[in-house]
């Protein structure tokens, strides 16, 4: 029971559950999820936040929504580095 209570808490507890999955792979993420409720809750808002796609460009536009806009509208791609980096995870400096 204690362990079921130490693993309810981490995963409730969003800063310590998202320093355990970013260092986990994409396969390994879908793998944990699978093992229990609870790891497929703290997965999938891991995700959600990891992958936000929104948040990632606004390094790069101070409106996001409407740089997707325009790719809606325009059929624009992001692709290269960019793309690597929102996939990966990862952020390259400058």
């Known amino acids: 029971m ?3 209570q130490s693993l309810r808490q981490t995963f409730h507890i969003v800063s310590i559950s998202d320093l355990i999955l970013c260092h986990l792979s994409p396969r390994t993420l879908v ?4 093992t229990c409720r609870m790891a497929h809750q703290a997965v ?3 995700l959600q936040r990891a992958y936000n796609i929104n ?3 606004s390094r790069y536009f101070q409106d996001p929504l409407q740089f997707r806009s325009l790719q809606a509208r325009t059929g624009l791609v992001i692709s290269g580095s960019n793309a ?3 996939l990966d995870r990862t952020s390259y400096p400058e």
Do not use: V
Request: aromatic share 18%; proline share 0%.
């Open 31 to 34: 793998w944990l999820s699978r």
């Open 55 to 57: 948040r990632h460009l």
């Open 44 to 46: 999938t808002r891991f």
């Open 2 to 4: 204690a362990t079921t």
């Open 84 to 86: 690597l980096q929102f």
